[in-house]
T-cell receptor, first 117, second 116 residues
Framework: GAGVSQSPSNKVTEKGKDVELRCDPI?????LYWYRQSLGQGLEFLIY????????KSGLPSDRFSAERTGGSVSTLTIQRTQQEDSAVYLC???????????????FGAGSRLTVL | AQKVTQAQTEISVVEKEDVTLDCVYE???????LFWYKQPPSGELVFLIR??????QNEISGRYSWNFQKSTSSFNFTITASQVVDSAVYFC?????????????FGQGTILTVHP
């Protein structure tokens, strides 16, 4: 697609429920990233995909968080047993080349705003 | 560890004023990359500029200019003759730590409001 698409744009859920957030990167972008933006912590890296594998999951805050990517394209971020501190905007980004120099320029989506009641 | 500090939480100016957004970074790496992103109300982070640690040349792009000084570990961003459309949150970011992909450490952001 023309840009990075994320859905849903807004999600309100009850504490303890599971949620899935979807990211559709720019066509042909091999690298995909999830970031989280919250009032308390700012913008934080969560996970990096190169193709379908995730060589860096170091930013996932707990084992309730997981992500997968299929077909080298769409990615899903899953949060199990949501807690109120999970409330944040989850941003997805993609880039053309993931394994080259760190000079990659990320293209971000508009984010999925998650509110846990 | 990497760290980016944007000391200005909020800046308010009147249209046509010049404004400088400060960014100070910390890293022990000799090779690193610095970025500025703009986040308008729509929420998407929009890339503005990338600089590598070996290139201290200042850059100008229209009304935007960037001043990179390794001696003070700063990468400041100036908007000349600001416009209402410049109102947004601006983030400075660092890519270092030997990562060869887009793992960025962001500053806390500066909210810029330009009044007509």
């Amino acid at each position: 697609g023309a840009g990075v698409s994320q859905s849903p744009s807004n999600k309100v859920t009850e504490k303890g429920k599971d949620v899935e957030l979807r990211c559709d990167p720019i066509s042909g972008h091999t690298a995909l990233y999830w970031y989280r933006q919250s009032l308390g912590q700012g913008l934080e890296f969560l996970i990096y995909f190169q193709g379908n594998s995730a060589p860096d999951k170091s930013g996932l805050p707990s084992d309730r968080f997981s992500a997968e990517r299929t077909g080298g394209s769409v990615s899903t971020l899953t949060i199990q047993r949501t807690q109120q501190e999970d409330s944040a905007v989850y941003l997805c980004a993609s880039s053309l080349v993931g394994g080259a120099s760190g000079a990659n320029v990320l293209t971000f989506g508009a984010g999925s705003r998650l509110t846990v009641l | 560890a990497q760290k980016v500090t944007q000391a200005q939480t909020e800046i308010s100016v009147v249209e046509k004023e010049d404004v400088t957004l400060d960014c100070v970074y910390e890293t022990r790496d000799t090779t690193y990359y610095l970025f500025w992103y703009k986040q308008p109300p729509s929420g998407e982070l929009v890339f503005l500029i990338r600089r590598n640690s070996f290139d201290e040349q200042n850059e100008i792009s229209g009304r935007y200019s960037w001043n990179f000084q390794k001696s003070t570990s700063s990468f400041n961003f100036t908007i000349t003759a600001s416009q209402v459309v410049d109102s947004a949150v601006y983030f400075c970011a660092l890519n270092a730590g030997g990562t060869s992909y887009g793992k960025l450490t962001f500053g806390q952001g500066t909210i810029l409001t330009v009044h007509p």
